[in-house]
């Protein structure tokens, strides 16, 4: 079962503009990754949050995480065309021995 | 480059048929995970294996099973085939057994005809 769920499914923004997507989750978690997949290729990890952190920043990629609403954002600074994939959260619920479980996903298509 | 290898990168086999996906983690790495990504159903995850031993179980088939060897890479078998197996099956690994990146290997395309 999916338990996250992603907004928006599908975003297309122009190069240089900002990109926020939103994962949303439904039990406790030990931490939130995000990975990009290039169409229908392995998945690239992002980056981990955990439970008791609050923002994380790797390069252009800004995450925050708020465990009372059980959602995290992932923000994509003067996106590129290379940015152009699909973006996951997958959970590490608390009890759930490190699987992973992940969203439906978000569709990022960047233009020139 | 994950660091993570996975072979074979294409299969293509018929209904009922056996295969197996073999999966090499990153150096260092004591935990294995396999998730299976189909249109119907997403990234699912399957089974866990720590340092040899099965950790934790998803939504795996009891047509399926793995298993983690001594030097830790791991196996994933498929047997008796159907239309439905058609997916990609992912490997992972991360240093510990919780609470850890996990590291995702290219993929193995599974068509079965």
């Known amino acids: 079962s999916q338990q996250g769920e992603e907004d928006p499914q599908a975003l297309s923004i122009q190069e240089g503009e900002n990109a926020t997507m939103n994962c949303s989750y439904k039990t406790s978690i030990n931490n939130l990754q995000w990975y990009r997949q290039n169409s229908g290729r392995g998945l690239v990890h992002l980056i981990l949050i955990r439970s008791n952190e609050r923002e994380k920043h790797s390069g252009r990629l800004r995450v925050t995480l708020d465990t009372s609403k059980k959602s995290s954002s992932l923000l994509i600074t003067a996106s590129r065309a290379a940015d152009t994939a699909s973006y996951f959260c997958a959970t590490d619920a608390t009890g759930g021995g490190n699987k992973l479980t992940f969203g439906t996903g978000t569709q990022l298509k960047v233009e020139l | 480059d994950s660091g993570v290898t996975q072979t074979p990168k294409h299969l293509i086999t018929a209904t009922g048929q056996r295969v197996t996906l073999r999966c090499s983690p990153r150096?260092?790495?004591?935990?294995v995970y396999w998730y299976q990504q189909s249109l119907d159903q997403g990234l699912q995850f399957l089974i866990q294996y720590y340092n040899g031993e099965e950790r934790a179980k998803g939504n795996i088939l009891e047509r399926f099973s793995a298993q983690q060897f001594p030097d830790l890479h791991s196996e994933l078998n498929l047997s008796s085939l159907e239309l439905g197996d058609s997916a990609l099956y992912f490997c992972?690994?991360?240093?510990?057994?919780?609470?850890?990146?996990?590291?995702f290997g290219p993929g193995t395309r599974l068509t079965v005809t």
């Open positions: 992972a690994s991360s240093v510990e057994d919780r609470n850890y990146e996990q590291y």
């Open positions: 150096s260092g790495d004591l935990s």
